[in-house]
């Protein structure tokens, strides 16, 4: 139930009421003032209801599609399992618009509408395959594929994800073990030789023990140039030539670039299957696939595609030796064209490349972890010789002098 706050007339005297109600909807509000005896000026849902931080989680939205499709198919009518779903749901977010949703469809408007109301939400490939399931009378059957896609998509960023985590971890902790050294160890290390006269520190120490010096003179500088490189590059990486030099270096750096370009092969074949399955026109697949892969340079290869499949090409030789687009992908999309059978070999596609994404990640992982060792080898050697050497120094001195 949501908080509605009102202004209202009595109906025999005129009086203005300003009051609050619950109710699913504003159109149940309206309903329960004009059962009080008043006549609803304003209603207006309350702020705290409209403060819905946060987004919607992936398996928020599987599960409301899959139960959605499952009480459609058992024969209730939609608006009522809208009323069943949201009740079930545990997103107060995805609760809020769910309340939305039924209130639009009571008032007559269609379920794909409705959901363009929520753009934050319900992206662009959830409307598209709503819209053509309405159409089609399958609606069931187009909330089912819907999850289904949500689910692959999801599983392939989480893997992509869980091979980033550890080399940061890594990275992170092998940080923090340097700078307890250069800060805290070093400085005990000079203040020894401090009391010998004629001692010298060799380079490596005397360059460390600088760092230490402006670390610790100077820390509260180098937090607000952190704070301001992430504030501004946040910033610029939500810029067209931010995301730009983003999507370009998540296509070629290595090692991640046959990475990436393996998940946005998988994407675009993903959801070109979901839309070509509920009968999509190809057009429109390929405008909602270029939103979909999430990629600047990929999307303006699809727009040129595009136009050229609006000139009479087939989509195959559209994308075919376009560099972003690995070449599997023309080829299978040929023969599936030729045989009449697209949507089945864009789901080989997609298959094929969600195989290789899961191998690519063993991959980077057998690989990074030698890496990262040899990384914290070396920096364990600089860390260990900028103390040890001054050490060795100090024995030989007073071996000599003895």
């Known amino acids: 139930m949501l908080n509605f706050k009102y202004q209202a007339r009595e109906s025999s005297t005129g ?4 009051a609050q109600v619950e109710a699913e909807s504003e159109q149940a509000a309206a309903k329960l003032i004009s059962g009080q005896g008043y006549i609803p000026l304003s209603i207006e849902l309350e702020k705290a209801a409209r403060r819905t931080f946060g987004k919607v989680k992936t398996k928020d939205k599987v599960l409301f599609s899959r139960q959605l499709s499952t009480l459609i198919n058992a024969g209730l009518p939609l608006v009522q399992s809208l009323r069943s779903v949201t009740e079930q749901t545990q997103s107060k977010k995805l609760k809020v ?82 700078g307890f050294m250069i800060v805290k160890v070093l400085p005990q290390v000079k203040s020894i030789y401090d009391g010998m006269p004629g001692a010298n520190l060799p380079f490596i120490t005397i360059a ?23 504030f501004f590059g946040s910033r610029w990486a939500k810029t067209f030539g931010g995301r730009s030099v983003i999507d370009k270096l998540k296509m070629k750096a290595w090692p991640i670039g046959p990475l990436f370009m393996k998940m946005y092969m998988a994407r675009f074949s993903r959801t070109g299957t979901t839309l070509v399955a509920s009968g999509v026109p190809l057009i429109q697949v390929l405008e909602i696939t270029a939103d979909a892969v999430d990629n600047v340079h990929i999307a303006a290869s699809i727009e040129r595609a ?58 980077i992982s057998t690989i990074i972890e030698p890496v990262m060792m040899v990384i914290m080898g070396v920096m364990a050697i600089i860390i260990v010789a900028a103390i040890m050497l001054p050490i060795y120094g100090l024995v030989n001195q007073t071996g000599f002098s003895g």
């Open 15 to 18: 009086k203005l009421v300003k």
């Open 97 to 178: 618009v769910a309340n939305k949703l039924i209130a639009d469809v009571e008032a007559g408007m269609s379920f794909s509408k409705a959901l363009a109301q929520h753009p934050d939400v319900f992206n662009r490939v959830f409307i598209s395959l709503v819209e053509a399931a309405e159409t089609s009378g399958t609606l069931d059957k187009g909330l089912e594929r819907l999850a289904n896609q949500q689910e692959k998509d999801a599983e392939i960023i989480s893997k992509v994800r869980g091979a980033m985590i550890y080399p940061l971890i890594v990275l992170l902790v092998m940080l923090c073990v340097v």
């Open 208 to 230: 460390l023990l600088a760092v230490s010096n402006f670390v610790t003179k100077f820390w509260y500088l180098i937090i607000i140039a952190l704070g301001l490189v992430v």
């Open 306 to 363: 595009i136009e050229k499949v609006k000139g009479g090409r087939a989509l195959s030789d559209a994308i075919a030796k376009d560099p972003n687009f690995l070449e599997l992908v023309p080829n299978m999309l040929k023969i599936g064209e030729q045989s009449g059978a697209l949507e089945s070999m864009l789901e080989k596609v997609a298959d094929y490349y969600e195989k290789e994404v899961e191998d690519t990640i063993k991959n």
